[in-house]
Nanobody, 118 residues
Framework: QVQLVESGGGLVQPGGSLRLSCVAS????????MSWFRRTPGKEREFLATISSDGGSTGYADSVKGRFTISRDNAKNTVFLQMTSLKPEDTAVYYC???????????WGQGTQVTVSS
């Protein structure tokens, strides 16, 4: 059974930091690119960051470049999103996604809420 379980969300003040984690199971994690997305009510899902299967390549949306860092630990089947200099507009539900192009396989987590507010 495939599972992606996000954690680490919560309430943080503007300018603060959070580290999100996403633990994978039920598939060969090291074969999949991993990404983080977020969604706010009334808006489309927004891509944030991606990392290749071996961790050697990353990419970011302009909205988070320089503030967010994606990383992974294939030994622990975990992908991380380190978020710094958080702003109220970063408030959203954050999701991780696993993707393997060769199989057209895609898996999503259930999301974790991040609220940036004073």
């Amino acid at each position: 059974q495939v599972q992606l379980v996000e954690s680490g969300g919560g309430l943080v003040q503007p300018g603060g930091s959070l580290r999100l984690s996403c633990v994978a199971s039920g598939f060969t994690f090291s074969n999949y690119a991993m990404s983080w997305f977020r969604r706010t009510p009334g808006k489309e899902r927004e891509f944030l960051a991606t990392i290749s299967s071996d961790g050697g390549s990353t990419g970011y949306a302009d909205s988070v470049k320089g503030r967010f860092t994606i990383s992974r630990d294939n030994a622990k089947n975990t992908v991380f999103l380190q978020m710094t200099s958080l702003k109220p507009e970063d408030t959203a539900v954050y999701y991780c996604r696993a993707y393997r192009r060769a199989l057209l396989a895609e898996y999503w987590g259930q999301g974790t809420q991040v609220t940036v507010s004073s």
